[in-house]
Every structure is written in C-alpha cells, then in structure tokens.
C-alpha cells in the first residue's frame, strides 16, 4: 500500500504569509496527485490535480508542484478564507489520503 | 445544479447492517467512477471505496473488504454503500464522492453520520 505523509501537521500563519505543506509518498505517485480543503463541519474541497494542475474557480494564489514522491502545496498570500485543513491524496494505486494540515491563525 | 445527497445514515449496533444512498443530479451520471469517503469524528479522510462507471470493477480498502459492498443504478443516478457486520470503527461521517476516471474526486455530498455503538 501507498502510503502519504503530510508535514506539518499544524501550521500557525498570519493572513499575507507565504505557506507550503508538503506531502511524500512512500513510493513514486508520478504526478497523480491532489489537493483538497476541509473546513469545519463541511465537504472537502477539490483545489489541485494532478500534482499541479489548478480546479477551476479555486483562487491562483493556490498552487501544486512536485512528482514522484515529494510533492508541495503552496499558497502565496494567506487570506482569511484559508484557514482550514488540508489534505494530499495519491491516486496512482488505489487511494490513499495524507493525514492532513490544520492552518490556523498565529 | 451538479449535486450529490446521501441520506440513511443513523445509529446501529455493532454487528448491524446499514445501507447508505447517494442522489446524483445535474450531470450524467453514467458517464463517472464514483466512490465514498468517511471521515470518523476528529479524525482525517480515508478513502473506502469506488465503482467504475459501468458497475463492472469495485475496490475496496482493507479493513471493509468482505463487510461491505458498492453499487450503482444508472437508471436512478443512484450510488449505494452496503456495509455489514458493522464495528465501533465504522463510526463516521460518510461522503459520496464523483471521480475522474480513476482518479481525484471533483464533487462531494453534505455527508451523512453513520454511528456504530450499542
């Protein structure tokens, strides 16, 4: 089984702050990889695709970058909308969820 | 509007059955592998199952591999979890997910709470 780890599994950022969760996987994923956010009580969110492709509608402040096992999501000015949890998820075998990044404020 | 609702969700002993459903509207539902997610309380998302657009190949994470099943009516843009011999560890938020091919899930449902306790 693929296994995928997030770090940090906490953040604490300030609203303008540049922020970057990283995921690994335990084994090359190529580039299928996505992004999601979570916030409380709610769905999650799709974000990215395909390691760097950006869903449409989701602001270009957000942005995925990576291939094989390490992988970063990078989201270049903090704004208060953005504080909630995020999650990678491999699809090259199976899937299989990090186990998330809580974004909270500092 | 491109929706998914999963209903039956409840409470239900452990060893219990239950079967949750998922309304799909707005796009062609035939056309798309589907899934679910859960997410227990506190917890992070875990994939639990897909089924290809056609019924014809499902998968399964380990722990409900033999205790639950996944199907589909495409007449009824309908998507169905069947879980059996239910554990405490089942307790979770269930989500109905739509998926590209084989891949990300670019739609989700509300969720809907199933509780495994006596």
């Known amino acids: ?106 | 509007e491109v929706q998914l609702a999963e209903s039956g969700g409840g409470l239900v002993q452990p060893g219990g059955s239950l079967r949750v459903s998922c309304a799909a509207s707005g796009f062609t539902f035939s056309d798309y592998w589907m899934g679910w997610v859960r997410q227990a309380p506190g917890k992070g998302l875990e994939w639990v199952a897909n089924i290809k657009y056609d019924g014809s190949e499902t998968y399964f994470v380990d722990s409900v591999k033999g205790r639950f099943t996944i199907s589909r009516d495409n007449a009824d843009n309908s998507l169905y979890l069947q879980m059996n011999s239910l554990r405490a560890e089942d307790t979770a938020v269930y989500y109905c997910v739509r998926n590209e091919y084989k891949g990300y899930s670019d739609l989700w449902g509300r969720g809907t709470l199933v509780t495994v306790s006596s």
């Open chain 1, 1 to 106: 089984d693929i296994q995928m780890t997030q770090s940090p599994s906490t953040l604490s950022a300030s609203v303008g702050d540049r922020v970057t969760i990283t995921c690994r996987a335990s084994q090359s994923i190529n580039s299928w990889l996505a992004w999601y956010q979570q916030k409380p009580g709610k769905a999650p969110k799709l974000l990215i695709y395909k390691a760097s492709s950006l869903e449409s509608g989701v602001p270009s402040r957000f942005s995925g970058s990576g291939s094989g096992t390490e992988f970063t999501l990078t989201i270049s000015s903090l704004q208060p909308d953005d504080f909630a949890t995020y999650y990678c998820q491999q699809y090259d075998t199976y899937w299989t969820f990090g186990q998330g990044t809580k974004v909270d404020i500092k």
